[in-house]
């Protein structure tokens, strides 16, 4: 099992942070486009819910489609909220949202738990494949958010 953290200072209040990031239609603007985001779930709510399922399709690798399907197992507006892969390209993902009131706006970290698939070479290679692509998301949403928002 391998873990990423991150957190990012945003300088809006904590409700339209909730607001922008419990709106699952927002996943794709903070998704780097080269991934092919899409989400495929019809009828999306304009809120997450626990027990809410969404699955998408993404191109991570040479362009080539996956589907994930996730479901919003916890959730306490505006607090935190908490995506776990049903089916997908991670042998495990459990990955938690939490948002705060700090001076001057809110902090957002998401803690992210996960395994790749394929055993003891999975595990090798996760270091140097998934981790880097994991910081290249992140830092990408890090980058659209203060674009959208400003920074702290």
Same mark, same amino acid.
């Given at each position: 099992? +391998?873990?990423?953290?991150? *957190?990012?200072?945003?300088?809006? =209040? &904590? ?9 699952? +239609? ?6 780097? @486009?080269? #991934? =092919?985001?899409? &989400?495929?779930?019809?009828?999306? @709510?304009?809120? #997450?819910?626990?027990? #809410?399922? &969404?699955?998408? $399709? ?6 080539? !489609? ?5 479901? *919003?197992? /916890?959730?306490?507006? !505006? %607090?935190?909220?908490? %995506?776990?892969?049903?089916?997908? @390209?991670?042998?495990?993902? /459990?990955?938690? /949202? /939490?948002?705060? !009131? *700090? %001076?001057?706006?809110?902090? #957002? ?5 996960? $395994? ?10 996760? !270091?140097?494949?998934?981790?880097? $692509?994991? +910081?290249?998301?992140? %830092?990408? +949403?890090?980058? $659209? ?8």
């Amino acid at each position: 099992m +391998r873990q990423f953290k991150t *957190i990012q200072n945003l300088p809006i =209040g &904590i409700e339209e942070a909730w607001s922008f990031l419990s709106d699952p +239609r927002n996943l794709k603007t903070i998704t780097p @486009p080269y #991934m =092919g985001f899409d &989400i495929i779930t019809e009828s999306l @709510p304009p809120r #997450m819910y626990a027990g #809410m399922i &969404i699955a998408y $399709k993404v191109r991570p690798i040479a362009g080539v !489609p996956i589907t994930w399907v996730t479901e *919003i197992t /916890h959730l306490s507006e !505006p %607090d935190y909220f908490v %995506d776990e892969q049903r089916f997908g @390209p991670y042998a495990f993902w /459990h990955h938690q /949202h /939490h948002l705060r !009131p *700090i %001076d001057g706006g809110t902090a #957002m970290e998401d803690l992210v738990h996960f $395994k790749v698939p394929g055993g003891f070479l999975g595990d090798l290679l996760s !270091p140097w494949l998934v981790l880097p $692509k994991l +910081r290249e998301i992140f %830092d990408f +949403r890090r980058r $659209k958010l203060t674009e959208l928002f400003g920074c702290l």
